[in-house]
């Protein structure tokens, strides 16, 4: 197997990770109830992975924000994010192989349970 090499490797990791998530009967419903728009949220992700792994400026956002609000509307709880990693770790490790798919399984950990901890906080507090 190959490494992640370029764009279209990670458009291909995506597209793979959301078709599997997608239909996952942990993570899936998060999606449906959340009125999820594919075609809009695949170029975002490209362009976020692609930063991370390249170091290239092509995303710009702030996805913990984003989840913040999502959580308003849709509970997002441990599972999610434990099943959310697992699906990811899966796919990258059966189509790629190599330093940068490392990365991106260490960084989607990272974001994971960073994104789990603020958000259990979050619901905590009485404000944002």
Do not use: C
């Amino acid at each position: 197997m190959k490494d992640i090499l370029n764009k279209t490797d990670i458009q291909y990791l995506v597209e793979t990770f959301y078709s599997k998530a997608l239909n996952d009967t942990v993570i899936g419903p998060v999606f449906k109830q959340a009125d999820f728009k594919l075609e809009a949220h695949i170029p975002v992700m490209v362009a976020f992975w692609e930063t991370l792994l390249f170091d290239v400026i092509t995303y710009s956002g702030n996805p913990m924000l984003k989840h913040l609000e999502l959580n308003r509307r849709v509970a997002l709880k441990g599972p999610h994010f434990e099943r959310w990693m697992q699906i990811w770790e899966e796919t990258v490790s059966s189509e790629f192989q190599g330093p940068l798919a490392e990365k991106a399984v260490i960084r989607a950990s990272s974001i994971a349970q960073l994104m789990s901890y603020k958000i259990q906080q979050a619901g905590h507090s009485t404000s944002l």
